[in-house]
């Protein structure tokens, strides 16, 4: 049951981020193309984090949602793996609401 739960909030927070570029841009096809490649380079972002720095490193581990989703499909359910993809969810619907919003007040 972990597992469903850590595939759903994955894919919700992607969603959510396909979601906040498709509301900045006006053609289909741009936003799905640009929605590709930042969801891409989103998932892979941890790759390098063997080549850079302590602190790089530590980083790259805390953008990436591979070992958070990891940790979830193995049945483990931390709070800042929660915490991590409603937030990704929040701040990738808020600023599809802003873009929103403007488009309307143009």
Avoid: C
Wanted: no cysteine; glycine share 10%; aromatic share 14%.
């Amino acid at each position: 049951v972990v597992g469903f739960i850590g595939i759903f909030l994955f894919s919700l927070s992607f969603t959510a981020i396909g979601l906040a570029i498709s509301a900045f841009t006006k053609s289909q096809t741009v936003a799905g193309v640009v929605s590709l490649v930042v969801l891409l380079l989103f998932y892979v972002i941890d790759a390098p984090a063997a080549h850079l720095g302590e602190f790089g490193a530590s980083l790259l581990h805390a953008i990436a949602p591979g070992d958070k989703t990891k940790m979830l499909l193995q049945g483990v359910i931390t709070g800042s793996d929660v915490t991590y993809f409603f937030s990704i969810i929040a701040v990738g619907l808020f600023f599809a609401n802003r873009a929103l919003d403007a488009h309307r007040w143009r």
